[in-house]
């Protein structure tokens, strides 16, 4: 079963730093253009950027609220994405979703997991 | 900024259908948008029903169809179930390339 498992949320506190990662089975995740996905509490989904395929030139987009203190990144020998967020402000308090991309919509999602920034 | 938008809240009887709508501030829907569906009930993490307008998402009931009804993109269930009670969400890609998230709209069963 292809799935993608996310890990390392938590609670950190506003200006502070935490990493995600994102770890694909049975899946060609080297194929795959991948994507983060964040749905702030009671909050709808929220794109926040995404990362091409290396054969695609792994090139990376944000979304505007994150754009410089936010970096995605991808380690395709381990089938592991990565989300690096620096300087984090309360807003960033959400569920955090990866997803891979297909055909111009999000096809397989992860099961999320919870950064909650706060003092 | 463009807004993608959504009815906040519908409600359709056990069997009926319902159509749900997507829309832009600015413009009009069109398949160069790519409109895809989502559903999300509460706590879980959202599921694939529709992308590229119409096609469905790999073990999608068919009482589930997309399509572009006039300016805007539509989802509509034909037959609803009451295990359809969640909250849906589109997603338009715009010319920069990004896609844009719909804010919801919550569907009751009743």
């Known amino acids: 079963e292809v799935q993608l498992v996310e890990s390392g949320g938590g609670l950190v506190k506003p200006g502070g730093s935490l990493r995600l990662s994102c770890a694909a089975s049975?899946?060609?995740?080297?194929?795959?253009?991948m994507s983060w996905v964040r749905q702030a509490p009671g909050k709808g989904l929220e794109w926040v950027g995404r990362?091409?395929?290396?054969?695609?030139?792994?090139?990376?987009e944000y979304a505007a609220p994150v754009k410089g203190r936010f970096t995605i990144s991808r380690d395709d020998s381990k089938n592991t994405l990565y989300l690096q967020m620096n300087s984090l402000k309360t807003e960033d308090t959400a569920v955090y979703y990866c997803?891979?991309?297909?055909?111009?919509?999000?096809?397989?999602w992860g099961q999320g997991t919870t950064v909650t920034v706060s003092s | 900024q463009t807004v993608v938008t959504q009815e906040p809240s519908f409600s359709v009887s056990p069997g009926g259908t319902v159509t749900l709508t997507c829309g832009l501030s600015?413009?009009?829907?069109?398949?160069?948008?790519?409109p895809s569906w989502y559903q999300q009930t509460p706590g879980q993490a959202p599921r694939t029903l529709i992308y590229?307008?119409?096609t469905r998402s790999s073990g999608v009931p068919d009482r589930f169809s997309g399509s572009i009804l006039g300016n805007k993109a539509a989802l509509t269930i034909t037959g609803a179930q009451a295990d359809d009670e969640s909250e849906y969400f589109c997603?338009?890609?715009?010319?920069?390339?990004?896609?844009?998230f719909g804010g919801g709209t919550k569907l009751t069963v009743l």
């Open positions: 997803a891979s991309e297909w055909s111009y919509a999000f096809d397989i």
């Open positions: 590229s307008t119409n």
């Open positions: 997603l338009l890609y715009m010319g920069s390339g990004m896609g844009v």
């Open positions: 600015s413009g009009s829907v069109s398949t160069s948008n790519y």
């Open positions: 049975e899946f060609i995740f080297s194929n795959a253009w």
């Open positions: 990362i091409k395929s290396i054969t695609d030139g792994g090139t990376t």
